[in-house]
């Protein structure tokens, strides 16, 4: 049985930092989740919410204080620019007595992640996630008012990750021995086409979902549309027309470190078909 341990998770309110905070409570520790709004947190009973903005790192000392692990994210502020606090941050974590470091990958180099990376007197953890099974929360609307997904590349593939899996991941990184300095590419169990996908949550759904495959320009138009940023659009042109190795690849990395297989994407679409209904 691992001892009960204090771990602060920022990002708490975020798809993953949810997630985090859930499977620490699941193991039995106590949780400290740090937000710019507690009011507007809505996280779970038995989680000590604190106010902080780790744009301001000076003012996360009282956070720091008792704990053992650190969940980090590499984006912070109104705006999520890429954080350049870093440094400052792991010093306080150093003062404070903090062992181990979880730092979730922002999809390449941050100053944040550097700096973690380069700690030698901690142990670190970098979790490189693919696609979350939660992005298909973005064709619920279409399904609930035309019953179709709109999408470019259906062929593509990915290994898509549920994202309580990257919360069971960060949490045994955080409370358990042998995860220092490694850097884990987690995935799904299984490598989905968007055929698939929509096969799947119509399934789950009980209802039938039409795929209608769009041409580049009009998946441009949809999200010029739907007011992406023009880099986000170029991103999205390029992992969906191009999606590289690593995100087609099943890693068994959730298996490996929490014991018990990842989570199929038709549990996911079990556990949120009212989204889609």
């Not at 792991?90 to 990958?105: D, K």
């Not at 099943?250 to 009212?274: M, N, Y």
């Amino acid at each position: 049985m691992t001892q009960t341990q204090q771990i602060l998770v920022t990002g708490a309110t975020g798809t993953v930092g949810r997630q985090v905070v859930a499977e620490l409570l699941a193991r039995g520790h106590r949780v400290r989740a740090l937000t710019r709004d507690a009011a507007k947190a809505a996280l779970p009973d038995g989680v000590e919410v604190v106010e902080g903005d780790l744009t301001e790192p000076d003012g996360l000392a009282p956070a720091l204080e008792g704990v053992t692990g650190l969940h980090l994210i590499t984006f912070g502020g109104a705006a999520f620019t890429p954080l350049e606090t870093g440094p400052r941050i792991l010093e306080l974590a150093h003062a404070a007595g903090v062992g181990r470091v979880t730092v979730l990958h922002g999809g390449g180099p941050t100053p944040l992640e550097d700096a973690v990376r380069a700690d030698d007197a901690l142990d670190w953890t970098v979790l490189m996630p693919v696609e979350f099974m939660a992005n298909a929360l973005e064709w619920a609307d279409g399904i609930r008012a035309a019953g179709e997904v709109r999408e470019p590349f259906v062929s593509r593939l990915s290994a898509m990750v549920h994202e309580g899996d990257i919360g069971a991941v960060a949490a045994v990184a955080l409370t358990e021995e042998g995860h220092a300095g490694q850097e884990y590419v987690i995935t799904g169990p299984e490598v989905l086409t968007v055929d698939d996908k929509v096969r799947i949550l119509a399934a789950a759904v009980g209802r039938e979902i039409a795929l209608v495959e769009l041409t580049e320009e009009e998946a441009v138009a949809q999200w010029r549309a739907a007011y992406l940023p023009e880099d986000v659009i170029g991103f999205l042109l390029e992992a969906y027309g191009n999606t590289p190795e690593v995100g087609r690849t099943v890693s068994g990395t959730v298996e490996k470190v929490t014991g018990r297989p990842a989570r199929t994407f038709a549990q996911w679409a079990a556990e949120h078909a009212g989204a889609f209904r």
